[in-house]
């Protein structure tokens, strides 16, 4: 499904959900290379990212890649662009559950306080296991 603009509502929403936008990546595939859990996915990282740059919003809902992705934040410390693309898989994975209706557990459930005091691959983790 496409915004007026003719830009995916997928790729519309993982931007608001993570702050990240996939057209700053130039393809390296730096992410790929250093993924612990490739072996188990369908897209490369890289490869979900090029599917977003180029608007693939049905293929994207497909794949499981996002499901997969151990949010260990490897692909974020490899990115010579500073691109975070375990936030950009959570923003994905929120994307998609909304559009399900199935989002059950979500930041505005936590206190500031946790939300401050929690470490990050905690909350990602804990939000796609809660959001299935």
């Not at 790929?32 to 890289?46: G, I, Q, R, T, W």
Request: include cysteine.
């Amino acid at each position: 499904m496409t915004t007026e603009t003719g830009k995916s509502r997928l790729v519309e929403d993982m931007k608001a959900h993570s702050g990240q936008d996939p057209n700053h990546c130039y393809q390296c595939a730096k992410c790929s290379a250093a993924c612990p859990v490739s072996a188990a996915l369908d897209l490369m990282p890289h490869q979900v990212i090029r599917y977003l740059q180029l608007g693939l919003e049905k293929e994207l809902l497909e794949c499981k890649t996002p499901w997969v992705c151990a949010s260990c934040f490897t692909c974020a410390a490899r990115c010579p662009r500073d691109i975070d693309l375990a936030r950009m898989m959570e923003g994905i994975r929120l994307s998609v559950l909304r559009k399900r209706g199935e989002n059950k557990f979500g930041p505005a459930k936590l206190t500031p306080e946790q939300l401050e005091k929690l470490p990050q691959q905690a909350l990602v983790s804990g939000f796609r296991k809660y959001n299935k």
